[in-house]
């Protein structure tokens, strides 16, 4: 019964910034880690951040220094804040969540937001 539903993809110029939302709904217990990947077609599923429960963070490396990812545990919601954004970052972006549920602790996807950087 847990969702995961992403939300802030658009369509922009070279250059733009976006914010990504991933907000978590159903029931269970805890959230673990917290991550974006992206996908464009015909490329593999790549890791673009992912941020951890302590607050530690980590970054694809096309992306550092342009993206930020943060959390807000309490609200079961992480964001995705891409500012100059190229071409190159196209892709169906994906949210991804370590859930812990009654029974088991298991990943959930959501079903993935379009971004599409074009002049």
């Known amino acids: 019964q847990v969702r995961l539903v992403e939300s802030g993809g658009d369509l922009v110029q070279p250059g733009g910034s976006l914010r990504l939302s991933c907000v978590a709904s159903g029931t269970f217990s805890w959230i673990g880690t917290m991550a974006w990947y992206r996908q464009a077609p015909g490329n593999q599923r790549e890791l673009v951040a992912a941020?951890?429960?302590?607050?530690?963070?980590n970054y694809g490396d096309s992306v550092k220094g342009r993206f930020t990812i943060s959390r807000d545990t309490a609200k079961s919601t992480v964001y995705l804040q891409m500012n100059n954004l190229k071409s190159e970052d196209t892709a169906v972006y994906y949210c991804?969540?370590?859930?812990?549920?009654?029974?088991?602790?298991?990943?959930?996807w959501g079903q993935g937001t379009q971004v599409t950087v074009s002049s």
């Open positions: 991804k969540s370590q859930i812990m549920t009654t029974l088991r602790i298991q990943d959930y």
């Open positions: 941020a951890f429960r302590s607050g530690a963070t």
